[in-house]
């Protein structure tokens, strides 16, 4: 990452920080609402990164467990999957023996693709080919590269800290498991 990239997380961390302090002083029944929202949004918006389409309101339903959401089938499931993975990490976000390394990662990734599992593309394991992410405007376009996979399965994860938000860590690394929508794989 550059300096800049750096300075950015770091004040995202720090906003992070100030809103926590703020929202743990306030009751649940105040801001349950905002946190179910905030979920639900994080949810459409990393999904939508992945080429999947479902509104923030229909990712509150889908949450809540409404059955009549007028979505596909596969939103359906790609929006519940990412759904899970999101509440396993809040779950353990306060877990005195939490760790986040390689392994929590490959567990991650199955709970958002173990539902595509195949012999050939298998679920919760690091992708061994190039990465990149594909510009919206022209698939032909690489508009990121991943580092080598030799440089990805050297990486050291992210601390333990950083799980806590779920959202911004798992975005963080999203890139390097397999995956479809604007997510590619070369080779």
């Keep these: 990452m550059t300096e800049l990239d750096e300075r950015v997380l770091a004040e995202v961390d720090d906003m ?37 389409k479902v509104s923030t309101v229909d990712v509150e339903d889908l949450m809540a467990g409404e059955q009549d959401v007028d979505v596909s089938d596969e939103n359906r499931e790609e929006t519940l999957a990412y759904q899970r ?13 939490f760790r986040f390394d390689k392994g929590q990662l490959n567990t991650l990734q199955w709970i958002l693709h173990g539902h595509r599992h195949t012999s050939r593309k298998p679920a919760g394991r690091w992708r061994g080919g190039p990465v990149y992410v594909t510009d919206a405007r022209d ?10 996979s030799d440089r990805r399965t050297s990486r050291r994860a992210p601390d333990s800290t950083s799980a806590s938000c779920p959202h911004c860590t798992t975005w963080r690394w999203r890139a390097v498991f397999a995956g479809r929508g604007t997510e590619r794989a070369r080779g």
């Design 16 to 52: 992070r920080e100030r809103l926590r302090y703020q929202v743990q002083g306030a009751s649940a029944k105040r801001t349950g609402g905002l946190r179910k929202f905030l979920t639900a949004d994080a949810v459409a918006a990393s999904n939508a990164i992945e080429g999947f």
């Design 85 to 97: 993975m999101m509440t396993y990490l809040q779950s353990l976000h306060d877990a005195p023996d």
């Design 139 to 148: 698939p032909s376009i690489a508009a990121y590269t991943a580092p080598g």
